[in-house]
């Protein structure tokens, strides 16, 4: 039988909660503090915190509700354990928590980083599956991992200063453009020309390290520059050069590690997969060499439970259950 759980993620901006029965998706809600945040230009950990709290019990009716489900069908309770924002993970930790203590549940914590890479099994199924090589791209991490299986992960690289997602956000910035940045970018770079503007690409370095900070500081100049002399190109095609930048050099190493490593299934997760350049050029590469490209559809992407849910289903099977006395851990890291 598979096991139903309910699963709560609130690491950082979202307030999500969802209902999963193995690897199915029951119910998958949430509630986006976008507008509260778009004022301070980013996300201000106390103001999400008390909206966490706020959100939390009538968006876990919502998803029993649309599971149609009662507590008593409930097999598990598990939530988002760390990375991110201290303040908001407690909230959603200590709710599935209490959750589970009340009703004599397992509980399960899981890293996020895990939940994203575990997404894709939602909508591929048995197509996706170890070994393979998983592009990990938010708004507070860049990583490329080599999967060897579940629970079994290799960091072959991750950021050594900017997070793509991070990136995205501040380019938005230099631009004007708002927050969250990297669907601001996403959609004015519609109809621009990615050729227009040749940004910097850092890819010698390190094979698999990911550095953004260069491009800010490119970009940033290239828009002072071409404003005072006059000759600023449309904002879709300095958009969507700026995006070829950053999607040029996670395509790139992210092939890398598949031809290095030789795997044949290649996945991605975090907001950032929800760009549509990037996951066009993603598909173009993974055509051109043969391998299965599993990608979570843009809504399982970006931070939602139901990831968060489907990695504890994994967790269960082996009968790992957290501890009463586990705690959140802002800084826990994959592999
Ligand atoms: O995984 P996520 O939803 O939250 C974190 O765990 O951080 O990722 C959020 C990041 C933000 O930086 C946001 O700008 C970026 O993902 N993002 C995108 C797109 N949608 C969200 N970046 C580029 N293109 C998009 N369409
Ligand atoms: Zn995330």
Redesign the pocket.
């Known amino acids: 039988m598979k096991p139903v759980i309910l699963a709560f993620e609130t690491?950082?901006d979202e307030t999500a909660v969802a209902v999963v029965r193995g690897t199915e998706v029951l119910s998958n809600v949430l509630s986006s503090q976008v507008d509260l945040h778009s004022r301070f230009g980013g996300v201000v950990p106390e103001v999400a915190a008390r909206a966490h709290v706020e959100a939390i019990r009538s968006l876990t009716h919502r998803a029993m509700v649309e599971a149609g489900l009662h507590t008593d069908d409930l097999d598990a309770v598990a939530a988002t354990e760390g990375p991110g924002l201290v303040g908001a993970l407690l909230v959603g930790f200590s709710f599935a928590k209490a959750t589970a203590w009340a009703r004599q549940l397992p509980f399960v914590g899981v890293d996020?980083m895990e939940g994203?890479l575990m997404a894709p099994r939602i909508d591929h199924g048995e197509a996706f599956r170890p070994p393979a090589v998983s592009l990990l791209v938010?708004?507070?991490h860049s990583e490329i991992v080599l999967v060897h299986d579940w629970g079994e992960y290799e960091v072959l690289g991750r950021t050594i200063d900017d997070a793509a997602?991070?990136a995205?956000?501040k380019l938005a910035r230099v631009m004007g453009l708002g927050f969250?940045?990297?669907?601001a970018?996403?959609a004015a770079s519609e109809g621009g020309d990615p050729k227009a503007v040749s940004f910097p690409r850092a890819l010698s370095d390190r094979p698999y390290d990911f550095s953004f900070s260069g491009l800010k500081t490119a970009v940033a100049t290239f828009i002072e520059r071409a404003a005072r002399s006059g000759d600023l190109p449309p904002l879709a095609d300095v958009a969507a050069s700026l995006q070829e930048a950053i999607v040029d050099v996670l395509v790139d190493k992210t092939f890398r590690a598949v031809d290095d490593t030789g795997v044949r299934v290649v996945s991605g997760g975090?907001?950032?997969i929800?760009?549509?350049r990037l996951r066009r050029r993603l598909a173009e590469e993974a055509d051109k060499r043969g391998v299965t490209l599993c990608l979570p559809p843009p809504v399982l992407a970006?931070?939602n439970a139901a990831m968060i849910g489907v990695a504890a289903v994994h967790h269960l099977s082996l009968g790992h259950v957290s501890d009463w006395a586990t705690g959140v851990d802002p800084g826990l890291r994959l592999g």
């Open positions: 690491s950082c996020h994203h938010s708004g507070g997602g991070e995205f956000d969250p940045g990297g669907p970018i996403d975090g907001g950032v929800a760009n549509r970006t931070d």
